[in-house]
Nanobody, 132 residues
Framework: VELVESGGGSVQSGGSLRLSCVSS????????MGWFRQAPGKGREGVAT???????TYANSVKGRFTISRDNAKNTLYLQMNSLKPEDTAMYYC???????????????????????????WGQGTQVNVSS
């Protein structure tokens, strides 16, 4: 399975970006996929998840500003980021949950914060820089 993130860039505070994550080779990736980010010197944190049953979760810090969506026909996961803040600066990664039953993956997908250890398939990431 390969995940390829894109769409990052440099914007000013208040700006918008849309990230994309294209997956290949794993039909189960439609069960649960998510966006995560890692700032310099910090651990990876969950940003948003999307379950194949339509469920979504968001970190409190991005609620109301970010929207996760997917196009299963294109095997693509998106993250629309509006009202960006300097603290959103990070490398953004997408990942998916594998293993276990479909029901267990969907249940894990609803947990907040997401269980990062159950996600994998990380791509190279896409850098987001927000200046004040």
């Amino acid at each position: 399975v390969e995940l390829v993130e894109s769409g990052g860039g440099s914007v000013q505070s208040g700006g918008s970006l849309r990230l994309s994550c294209v997956s290949s080779g794993y039909t189960g990736s439609t069960d649960c996929m998510g966006w995560f980010r890692q700032a310099p010197g910090k651990g990876r944190e969950g940003v948003a998840t999307s379950g194949g049953d339509g469920s979504t979760t968001y970190a409190n810090s991005v609620k109301g500003r970010f929207t996760i969506s997917r196009d299963n026909a294109k095997n693509t996961l998106y993250l629309q980021m509006n009202s960006l803040k300097p603290e959103d600066t990070a490398m953004y990664y997408c990942g998916y949950i594998s293993g276990g039953s479909i029901l267990s993956r969907l249940a894990l997908c609803r947990q907040t914060p997401p269980v990062i250890e159950r996600f994998g398939g990380w791509g190279q990431g896409t850098q987001v820089n927000v200046s004040s």
